[in-house]
T-cell receptor, first 111, second 111 residues
């Protein structure tokens, strides 16, 4: 089945220790998104790639970076995680900008 | 920017009851999406609506695209315990490549 895959599902990192979350897709969609979600709130968009074009949301902290080496993979790098960065991180894709498909998420804990 | 509102914010119902929730906006949307998110998982797309007035079913779920293009409704018939979760409405924004999310309706089903 075509899908969006996120690894790991659970990640524990120490305060200030860089961490990378990964996302891959078999849908061959050209747009990939990274969201942060806290406490059952709506997902909050961090940034997205349209093909290789990177689009950062204005209020996304500089601490968050992303890489998309190819169509299938996208990475979220948190350079110096703080306690406030503990959240669910969701990757999503879209092929037609009408529907969006999510991965299962990575739950990040910062100790 | 565009915003989506959902009501009710939360609901507690008895197993077997029908459920109705809605999503409204002050601006027009050209596509309406309904997602369900269970604890610890990513949102799963339930139904996508593309035309004003459209009524679409997915098993016990039925959703409608409002004729004003500013609202949508989701109904769940004969609720069961596995319907528990947060239901988000969403739609592509009219300005670019992003999606707008409502705050969600949290559904609890009592046995």
């Amino acid at each position: 089945d075509a899908m969006v895959i996120q690894n790991p599902r659970y990640q524990v990192t120490q305060f200030g220790k860089p961490v990378t979350l990964s996302c891959s897709q078999t849908l061959n969609h050209n747009v990939m998104y990274w969201y942060q979600q806290k406490s059952s709130q709506a997902p909050k968009l961090l940034f997205h790639y349209y093909d290789k074009d990177f689009n950062n949301e204005a209020d996304t902290p500089d601490n968050f970076q992303s890489r998309r080496p190819n169509t299938s993979f996208c990475f979220l790098d948190i350079r110096s995680p703080g306690l406030g960065d503990a959240a669910m991180y969701l990757c999503a894709t879209s092929g037609n900008l009408e529907e969006q498909y999510f991965g299962p998420g990575t739950r990040l804990t910062v100790t | 920017g565009q915003q989506l509102n959902q009501s009710p914010q939360s609901m507690f119902i008895q197993e077997g009851e029908d459920v109705s929730m809605n999503c409204t906006s002050s601006s027009i949307f050209n596509t309406w999406l309904w997602y369900k998110q269970e604890p610890g998982e990513g949102p799963v797309l339930l139904i996508a609506l593309y035309k004003a007035g459209e009524l679409t079913s997915n098993g016990r779920l039925t959703a409608q695209f409002g004729i004003t293009r500013k609202d949508s409704f989701l109904n769940i018939s004969a609720s069961i315990p596995s319907d528990v979760g947060i239901y988000f409405c969403a739609g592509p924004d009219n300005y670019g490549q992003n999606f707008v999310f409502g705050p969600g309706t949290r559904l609890s089903v009592l046995p």
